[in-house]
């Protein structure tokens, strides 16, 4: 059988792992393994479609939706100015948005993403995102990324 679906895809059927923090039927979100500053999280549709301009407007309505509730917690759970978002979609050719906890603009640039990130940290860091999810309500979205 060929070998099929990006990268993401494969994290999203559970064929890769992925320290998911939000999944409901549209969109799953999950902490990148190269992290710009710690809480760096990516929101994926489900579907594999690559540039974002392709995706659905439905869909896209609820990707950044769900963004949106993802940078408020993020926010209030590290120390940051502020949550930055890219799109930039050259890494992986299935559309995500990237959130980044950020100080400044320069906390932006991917020539500073740490590709050697504790998983220790990194899990830390994805409990620590879920708990402030379920503080938020989101139990149900949050209960469904933890069986991923």
Not at 15 to 29: C, H, I, N, S, T
Request: hydrophobic share 45%.
């Amino acid at each position: 059988m060929a070998d099929t679906g990006t990268i993401f895809t494969k994290i999203i059927r559970g064929e890769l792992p992925g320290r998911f923090v939000w999944r409901d039927d549209q969109v799953v979100a999950f902490l990148t393994i190269a992290p710009l500053r710690p809480g760096h999280v990516l929101v994926v549709p489900i579907d594999e479609i690559d540039r974002w301009t392709d995706v659905p407007p439905d869909t896209w309505l609820h990707v950044c939706d769900v963004s949106q509730r993802i940078a408020t917690v993020l926010e209030r759970s590290f120390d940051c100015t502020r949550v930055g978002l890219i799109i930039a979609g050259l890494e992986v050719p299935h559309c995500h948005v990237h959130l980044v906890p950020i100080q400044s603009e320069a906390d932006l640039d991917f020539a500073r993403a740490d590709h050697k990130a504790d998983g220790a940290a990194l899990d830390a860091v994805a409990e620590r995102i879920r708990e402030g999810l379920r503080a938020a309500g989101y139990d149900d979205e949050v209960s469904s990324a933890s069986m991923s």
